[in-house]
């Protein structure tokens, strides 16, 4: 991960918690805490983790969001993953 990145990481994905479909609070706590440690891998980890554990539907502005962070972090596979959960209103 290239370390000049990691205020951008922080930001955004504070907005990707905030713009999720999670609603356990425990686990918006646990992805709050990672961030604020510095650890965004795991919280980016957690929180595609938990979309795809809860089978929670996203959008796919949001899979795309997801996926150029992904992109970003080395992460592609897990949000792959995270497909089969857009749901798009129609």
């Known amino acids: 991960?290239?370390?000049?990145?990691?205020?951008?990481?922080?930001?955004?994905?504070?907005?990707?918690?905030?713009?999720?479909?999670?609603?356990?609070?425990?686990?918006?706590?646990?992805?709050?805490?990672l961030i604020v440690v510095g650890?965004?891998?795991l919280a980016f980890d957690t929180l595609c983790e938990w979309i795809y554990e809860d089978d929670l539907p996203i959008s796919t502005a949001y899979h795309a969001r997801l996926q150029e962070l992904a992109d970003e972090m080395n992460a592609v596979e897990l949000v792959q993953a995270l497909l089969e959960q857009v749901k798009d209103p129609k």
């Open 39 to 41: 650890e965004y891998d």
């Open 1 to 33: 991960m290239n370390h000049t990145q990691y205020p951008q990481y922080r930001s955004r994905l504070i907005e990707l918690l905030n713009d999720s479909p999670i609603t356990r609070a425990k686990v918006i706590q646990d992805v709050r805490e």
